[in-house]
């Protein structure tokens, strides 16, 4: 089902002391839960997951778990890294459930933006990934925003992007129609600053 594979072992030995040693033996704490099974805390090598993630469509895959030899098709839930360094520190997973939905992050790709910028336009990217609800064979690499026709002073919401089939944006489900994008004119026009001499 998937080319991302991650090692983890069960892990017996809890609370902060636990995880502090862990991440002092070059391992991160994680846990996996969901599905019908119980929460499971597991030790992962520290190495590991961070060569898993330096792939961005790892966090938009299903990624098999192989724990302590029993393997089980999961997605990030979410992952907790260091405010300054930028390292792992924590991650989440979730079960994958055949015929179950899911709600998982995936990221934002952007694309034509030299066009609104060829006009004299600027671009603010307001997110960078999105949350969505779908069946785990649905799951998205990322989002295409594409921004070649937006002119200057554009606006571009979740609800003007096209959900892949079988993919709902979770934030537009609850009424929230989040602004993805915008397009505006340049702070400081040159013409202004040429008269101001």
Known sequence: MTDFILNAQARTD????????????????AVVYGGDKEAQSLTIVAKEIAKLFENEAAFSHVIELNVD???????????QRHPAKGFIMHA???RVVAGQKLTAKVPVHFVGEEAPVKKGGEISHVVSEIEVSCEAKDLPEFIEVDLSNAEIGAIIH???????????????????????????????????EGAAE
């Open 14 to 29: 809890l609370g902060k002391g636990a995880s502090r040693r862990l991440r002092h033996s070059a391992s991160i704490p």
């Open 69 to 79: 030899g029993a393997k089980q098709n999961v997605v990030v839930k979410a992952m």
């Open 92 to 94: 989440d997973f979730v």
């Open 158 to 192: 979740l609800s003007d992007l096209k959900a892949p089939k079988g993919v709902e944006f979770v934030a537009l489900a609850h009424g929230d129609d989040k602004a993805v994008a915008n397009v505006h004119a340049p702070r400081v026009a040159p013409e202004a």
